[in-house]
């Protein structure tokens, strides 16, 4: 059992020690080669070697940052390629005779917690989503039963009985239903997504009043003041 224990240790983890020129001189750990990330790891052999598809901007960027100012970093680097894997990478300078000598990189799995925590945030994104459409049902709902509603009244009645105030009362009526349905449809448009993926210039005020505007539709029970101070 503590043999067990140990190996999936030595599995969940790997720890390297680099010298100036990022090539490795020593390591414990078997994170690298049981998620079949990189060849053997021996010394000699580059980290971006050791790191393959995971050797990104961010990792080299906290190597440069461990070597050439002695500062600790750690980052989260994620892949999608066969199967979702999340290493979490630190690099901290390699002291010795008080100058920096290398650097010490450890490797972690938080593949679990990576993905509990997409989990998490799907889920959340789903609730949201969810609460946002029963509002827009009850929003939308209140002022379509109202038009139903008159111009039922104005079918079962004589036409020819009906006098032109009531029968613009009636139109202005549903005039202003359409009007509140309106300003649902058009607070939702602009916050569609687009499949354009050129890059443009955006009006920033514009978004914000939009995201006010949307505020204000769905909590009008909850008595918010929103105060907006923009440039113009």
């Known amino acids: 059992m503590q043999s067990d224990m140990r190996n999936q240790t030595l599995n969940d983890y790997t720890e390297l020690l680099a010298d100036p020129d990022l090539q490795v001189v020593s ?25 393959k598809g995971f050797w990104s901007p ?3 960027n906290i190597c440069a940052l461990a070597l050439n100012r002695g500062e600790t970093a750690t980052v989260v680097q994620e892949l999608d390629r066969n199967g979702y894997l999340a290493l979490q990478v630190t690099a901290a300078p390699h002291i010795r005779e008080r100058q920096v000598a290398g650097i ?17 945030s799907l889920k959340n994104k789903m609730t949201t989503i969810s609460q946002l459409a029963s509002e827009i049902v009850h929003k939308m709902n ?10 039922g009244g104005m079918l079962v009645e004589d036409l020819t009985n009906i006098s032109e105030n009531t029968l613009r009362s009636d139109l202005q009526e549903i005039q202003e239903q359409l009007y509140s349905v309106s300003l649902i449809t058009n607070a939702l448009t602009a916050f569609s997504t687009e499949t354009i993926l050129d890059f443009k210039l955006v009006q920033t005020n514009v978004i914000i009043e939009n995201a006010v505007n949307l ?17 113009p």
Not at 28 to 44: A, N, Q, S, T, Y
Not at 104 to 120: C, G, H, L, P, W
Not at 142 to 151: E, G, K, S, T, V
Request: glycine share 2%.
């Open 104 to 120: 010490n990189v450890s490797i972690q799995d938080v593949t679990m917690s990576k993905r509990q925590q997409r989990q998490q």
């Open 142 to 151: 209140n002022p379509i039963a109202a038009i139903l509603n008159r111009i």
């Open 215 to 231: 505020l204000k539709l769905f909590e009008t029970n909850k008595k918010i003041n929103y105060q907006i101070n923009l440039d």
């Open 27 to 51: 390591y414990h750990g078997m994170l690298l080669k049981h998620k079949k990330i990189c060849d053997p790891v021996e010394p000699g052999i580059n980290l971006s070697k050791v790191f």
């Open 58 to 60: 961010d990792i080299r």
